[in-house]
């Protein structure tokens, strides 16, 4: 299953043939800037196999996005992450460079989170967000997050979840 498409924007499953696309996305300081670091082609490669794992295992993960043309826009979906003990539903995002500030991320995090309520049944989604990173936090608040707390713990330091029920 996958979210259906939007205006701009569909999905598909990330294979082991998007290693070059994942690997620039994930190398891209600006794109990681605040993960710990950027990854290495094999940490992308890594990346491929826990999303394809995630599939498998739960029927979702984050989804490759890509304009109806099939231009490589980065990934966005749902994966089940650690806050202080209890697994949430989470959606996540990552946008090329090049394609930031257009509505991307938040076209496709809003269609998982539709996909979540619809699909999935979830009562409830976050997304976990370094605290300095304003504009995934605008994301969020766009698909209708506030936020709960801060989490201390994690990748990093001080993470910031927002969430919402469905």
Known sequence: MLPGPTPRLRFREMTHTDLDY???LLSDPRVMEFYPAPKSRDEAAEWIAWNRE???TYGFGLWIIETHSGEFVGDCGLTWQDVNGTPELEVGYHVRLALQGQGFATEAAA????????????????AIINPDNAA????????????????????????TVLGMDL
């Open 111 to 126: 269609a998982c989170r539709d996909f979540a309520r619809e699909k999935l049944d979830a009562s409830d989604l976050v």
């Open 54 to 56: 995630n599939y498998n």
């Open 22 to 24: 994942m690997a620039n």
């Open 136 to 159: 995934s936090e605008r994301v969020a608040r766009k698909i209708g997050m506030s936020r709960r707390k801060d989490d201390l713990g994690g990748h990093v330091t001080v993470r």
